[in-house]
């Protein structure tokens, strides 16, 4: 069945409780899911859009974190049903939906991440149910929706409106979106600025979790005191780095 810790994050983002995510792009061995596992995080994000995860190697890393249950959502090449099943078919709990601007787009992975009678998604794969009954698992896989774009932005209210039942948590791309808005990583832009703030008061209208990938703790502090509730950073080698540096650091001190 779905893990202790898959039911305490769901109850984290209904509550719009601080939920932290790490970031994993790099590091596909299902070896190291014991260190995440005891981390301290709510859930990893696998990168599958940008990163080096696959469909021929995510179950091997997302069955074993199955096994120290331990979530994992993995961020989807694209919105469409080959990407959003197999995922879920091979031991993930839930989809990142890269580049989210349309009604459509959601119905689509709601009709794919859902058997029927919610949805037209097919069983099968080497972990999909994991104990779950139907409707076990059509209530405990997760889908996050990234909003990147202003349109994504100027079509939120909508999708929320609709479908907030089905939807985790809104996942914002400030990178994407900087770029979308026409001034490129420059994140203390006013443009950009004005597009997380109206994503933040619609998903804050509907009761929904919201976050960003955050580049620092100082942004997490900011955005914390400006709405939002899910935390996206820490990719695997800046822990690596810090990791490292704290045990020279603590021999150079000897």
């Not at 989809?95 to 989210?100: A, E, G, N, Q």
């Not at 949805?119 to 997760?142: H, M, Q, S, W, Y």
């Not at 620092?216 to 939002?228: A, D």
Request: aromatic letters at 8%; hydrophobic letters at 40%.
């Amino acid at each position: 069945m779905s893990s202790n810790s898959t039911a305490k994050l769901i109850e984290k983002l209904k509550n719009r409780e601080k939920v932290f995510s790490t970031y994993i792009g790099q590091a596909m061995s299902p070896m190291f899911a014991p260190a995440y596992a005891t981390s301290g995080a709510d859930m990893a994000i696998i990168d599958m859009e940008h990163g080096a995860f696959n469909p021929e190697n995510v179950g091997d890393f997302a069955v074993e974190c199955n096994k120290h249950n331990f979530p994992v959502i993995a961020r989807i090449q694209d919105c469409e049903y080959h990407c959003i099943s197999k995922c879920i078919d091979q031991g993930c709990d839930g989809i990142l939906v890269p580049r989210t601007e349309t009604l459509e787009q959601v119905e689509l992975a709601i009709a794919s991440m859902r058997f029927f009678p919610i949805g037209k998604k097919g069983v099968g794969g080497i972990a999909c149910l994991r104990g779950d009954t139907i409707d076990e698992f059509n209530k405990k896989r997760l889908i996050f929706l990234q909003i990147e774009s202003p349109k994504g932005v100027e079509n939120l209210d909508e999708m929320l409106t609709k479908y907030s039942h089905e939807i985790a948590g809104i996942i914002i791309g400030p990178s994407d979106m900087s770029i979308m808005c026409g001034c490129p990583l420059e994140y203390d832009h006013p443009k950009l600025i004005e597009q997380i703030n109206k994503t933040v008061e619609i998903c804050l209208s509907h009761g929904m979790s919201v976050g960003m990938f955050m580049n620092n703790l100082e942004w997490c502090k900011r955005w914390y005191e400006n709405g939002m509730n899910i935390f996206w950073m820490a990719g695997e080698s800046e822990c690596l780095r810090l990791g490292i540096k704290s045990v020279a650091d603590g021999i150079g001190a000897l």
